[in-house]
C-alpha cells in the first residue's frame, strides 16, 4: 500500500499486525502489532526499533526547506495547498516499522484484534492517549474521523475506505470496524494509518475549510509559527503523552523544526550552501555532480552521502492525460515514447546516474519480468482481445538508444505508428488525414530544473512535425490544474511500497479518473485494468499478490499510458555537519526523525560559522 497521509513533504516522503498465522485464521485475540507478510520482528514487549538510538540527545532546532508556497493547515481535503509535514501534528492509530517490509505497531492503539472471518477488527485505544488540550482521546473521535474522511475529506480516503462499512464503539475504548467482506487483507493495516482527528473541535470548525488556524492535533509536534507561504515552525510537545512508547522511543529528538519555502531549486540549492537551512535531499543528478564543490564541504564541514534503500522506486515518467482526444489511441502514445532519447539524456545531463524503469513497481519483486509465468497467464487469459496481445508474448522494454543522440530508427518506428493511427506530415507538420488539425500540446511543469529534460524530447518530436509548448506554473496554478486534470502532458511520480493495495484504485481505476483530486492522471478507463486492481487487493497470500500486482503492471506497461523515466536505489543527502544519525539506518525510509543534534559537532559548527569572512 502507499502511504495514505496527505501531509505535503519535506522530508518527503506506521501500529498493531497479525503474523502468517494469524492471516490464515489460525490466530486471533489482542495482538501488540499488524504484519502483511509474516510474523512480527518485534515481540510484545520490545522496548524501541532496531534502528534508532533510543539515548539520543534531545533539542536544538533544524531548518529544512520547501518549494512553492502553502495556504492552508488542513491537509485532510482537496481544497488549498497544504503545508509541508503537518503529519508530524498528528497521530494515528498504529504506527510503521521502517526495517520490515510492511508492519505496524500500537500507537493510539494499545492492542487490535481481528476477527476470525476478517470482516471486522476492534482496535482498544490506550487510557493516556491525549490531545494537545489535554482531553482523551476517545472511541467517538476514532469512529468521527473515519465517517467524515469519507464523506468530506480528500478523494483518496473514499477510495481508501470504500470497503469499510462502518464503526461502532464496544467498549469504552473500543471501536470495531466492520468491512464489506473479509477478502481486502490490507483493511486493518489502512485502518491503522488512518489519522485520528477530534470531534469535539470540528463539532466548532468547518471541517472542509481551509484554514492558517493551527487545528487541535494530538502528535509529537505542534504548529508554534506559521508566516503564511513562506515558513511554518513545529514546536515539539513537552508533555506529550507518547513519548515512552517503544515506537517512538529514540525519534523526534528535535526541539524545534522550521520550513522554509523557496521559488525554485535554483534558489534553495544556492540559500543551502550559503548555511539558511541544514539538510536537502537532492533529486538532480546534476545539481549532486556539480553545485556542492564549494568551501563548507571541502573543509569537512558539510557532509554529503548516499544512503542505500530497499523501497520499491515506483514509476517517474511523463504522463499521457487520456482525457484528451489527442492521447486516447495507444498507437500514439506508443509512438511518443519512442523519441524519449534516456540513453543520451542519463549520460549528457545525469552523469550516467540513473537506471531506466521499466515497472510501475521498480526495484521490487513486484515488477513484471520476462514473459508471463503460468499462474500469470491463468490471470490473464479471460481478458485475451480485451488487452494488447503483447502482454501475452512479450517482455515490456521501454526504446532504447545507443546514447549517440542519433534516434532515426525510433523516429522511422514513430512515424508509422502515427501513420497507422491516422497522422501524415504536411509542410513538415503533422496533421490529421482526416481533419487536417495539427498535432500540438503542452508540457505543464512546476519546476524549472526539468525544462533541460523536456526540451530536448521536445526537439526530438519537432522532427515528427509535432509542436510542444512547454510551460511552467506557480505551484498554486500547478496544484488546481493538476487536481483537475487540466493538462495534456505532465511530469508525475507513482510511488509504490512492498505491499500494493486499495491506493491502487485512486492511481487507475475507472472510478478514480471521474474523480478530481485522484491519483489517476493518465484518465485510465478499463474495465480489464478494474477487475485486475480488485484481485490484487483481495489477494489471499504474499504468492498470489506477487502474480497478481505483475499482471497488472503488465497491462499498464503495454498501455503505453506514459513515457518511463529513471530511478536510484539510494538517497542523495547533503547536509551540515551538526547531526548524528542511527548506526544502522532502516532499509524503507531515510528516516530523518531518528536524527538528532550532536552538540559538539554543533558546537563546532557554530564557532566556523561565526568566524569573520576572509578578505
Known sequence: MGRLLLYGFAGLLLVAGFGMAQADGLSTGPRHGLSMFGDLKYGPDFGHFDYVNPNAPQGGEVKLAAIGSFDSLNPNVLKGIPAASLGLTTDTLLASSDDEAFAEYGLIAESVEIA????????????????????????????????????KGHPTYRAYYADVLDAEKVGERKVRFRFRDGKNRELPLILGQMPIVSKAYYSKVDFEKTTLEPPLASGPYRIEAVDPGRSITYARVKDYWGNDLPVNRGKYNFERIRIDYYRDTVVAVEAFKAGEYDL???????????????????????????????IPTGMQCFV????????????????????????????????????????????????????????????????????????????????????SGDIRTNLRKAFRLL????????????????????????????????????????????RLGIEVRVRTVDPSQYQNRFNDFDFDMTVAAFGQSLSPGNEQRDFWSSRAAETPGSRNLIGVRDPVVDSLIESLINAPDRASLITRTRALDRVLLWGHYVVPHWHIRHFRVIYWDRFGRPEHPPKYALGFNDWWIEPEKDAVLRRHRNQPAKP
Not at 118 to 145: K, N, Y
Not at 450 to 459: A, G, H, N, Q
Open 419 to 462: 501513420e497507422e493511427a491516422g497522422w501524415v506530415v504536411r509542410d513538415h507538420v503533422l496533421v490529421n488525414a482526416e481533419t487536417g488539425a495539427p498535432f500540438t500540446f503542452e508540457i505543464m511543469l512546476v519546476d524549472p530544473s526539468f525544462e533541460r529534460v523536456v526540451l530536448p524530447y521536445v526537439r526530438n518530436l519537432k
Open 320 to 403: 499521457f492525460n487520456t482525457r484528451r482526444p489527442i492521447f486516447a489511441d495507444r498507437r500514439v502514445r506508443q509512438a511518443l515514447t519512442q523519441v524519449f532519447d534516456f540513453e543520451w539524456t542519463n549520460k549528457s545531463l545525469f552523469y550516467g546516474a540513473y537506471t531506466r524503469t521499466e515497472s510501475y513497481f521498480s526495484n521490487s519483486e513486484l515488477a513484471s519480468r520476462g514473459r508471463p509465468s503460468p499462474e500469470e497467464l491463468k490471470l490473464l487469459e479471460p481478458f485475451r482481445g480485451q488487452i494488447p496481445e503483447e502482454v501475452f508474448t512479450e517482455e515490456y522494454a521501454p526504446p532504447a538508444t545507443d546514447g
Open 116 to 151: 476470525p472471518d476478517r470482516a471486522a477488527v476492534t482496535f482498544t485505544l490506550r487510557a493516556i492517549a491525549r490531545w494537545h488540550d489535554g482531553s482523551p482521546i476517545t472511541a467517538e473521535d476514532v469512529i468521527f474521523s473515519l465517517n467524515v474522511l469519507k464523506e
Open 280 to 310: 536537502r535531499q537532492e533529486n538532480v543528478s546534476k545539481n549532486w555532480a556539480t553545485a556542492y564543490d564549494f568551501p563548507a564541504l571541502q573543509q569537512g564541514y558539510v557532509q554529503k552521502v548516499e544512503i542505500p534503500h530497499a
